[in-house]
């Protein structure tokens, strides 16, 4: 005989109601044109959205060789599909990523990326409320490639807990100072098989408004870092 599982609002309690499994943190760095701190700060993150939770889903359901797919809304405000498997038995060759964060230099479309805007996050957010460009122009920021650290376990504390990073340099060209206000990541999802690309869509899986305004000087840099804790316990 099958043996019915309880509903999720008859399962017991077994961890305090402020336990977080999976939390995270914003550090931001500005440096002026002589290399010297003038701000820097460490904030939690709050604002993980729609768009992840549909490719985390995705992600999990996948593993039947067959084609997973998740609908999430990309920055223009329209629907994409997106893969978190795609396979096919005829392919020469084929594979692709279903989150990609690690973007390259010169490249604002994906990883992270930063913003002026302060408009309030809402989980259906799709775009920042107003990213700053990659570029020397007024207003905009030059992007450095996204580094991933892995931090590794941490069994000082407890409970212990398990670090990985996405860090950013943005530099200042512009001939003015430029606000910071929002952080985001945007993920690439892309796969092909063969000569045909199946999914080639960028969306917003994360956006947090800061609470401290950061203002990089003309001729300076901001850090910026996206740390993941998995507490163990």
């Given at each position: ?65 067959s084609n ?18 795609f396979y ?121 408004v800061l ?23």
């Open positions: 005989m099958t043996e019915i599982l309880p509903q999720p609002a008859q399962l017991p309690e077994k961890v305090p109601l402020d336990f977080e499994p999976v939390r995270g943190w914003i550090e931001v760095e500005v440096r002026d044109d002589r290399g010297r701190v003038v701000q820097r700060g460490r904030h939690k993150m709050h604002s993980f959205l729609n768009n992840f939770l549909s490719i985390l889903l995705g992600a999990i359901n996948a593993g039947n060789r997973i797919s998740a609908s999430v809304t990309n920055p223009g405000g329209g629907t994409s599909k997106v893969y978190a498997e096919n038995t005829s392919a020469t060759y084929g594979g692709g990523t279903s989150m990609a964060l690690r973007a390259r230099a010169n490249e604002d479309f994906y990883g992270i990326v930063v913003g002026s805007g302060s408009t309030p996050v809402t989980l259906t957010n799709f775009n920042l409320a107003s990213k700053i460009s990659h570029g020397t122009g007024a207003g905009q920021l030059s992007y450095d490639e996204v580094v991933f650290e892995d931090l590794g376990l941490d069994a000082s504390v407890t409970p212990p807990v398990y670090r990985f990073r996405f860090i950013r340099t943005l530099k200042n060209l512009s001939g003015g100072g430029v606000t910071i206000n929002e952080v985001g990541l945007i993920a690439w999802n892309f796969w092909r098989d063969f000569n045909a690309v199946n999914a080639d869509v960028k969306f917003l899986i994360a956006r947090d609470p401290t305004t950061y203002t990089v000087p003309d001729g300076g840099s901001a850090t910026v870092a996206v740390t993941v804790e998995v507490v163990l316990g």
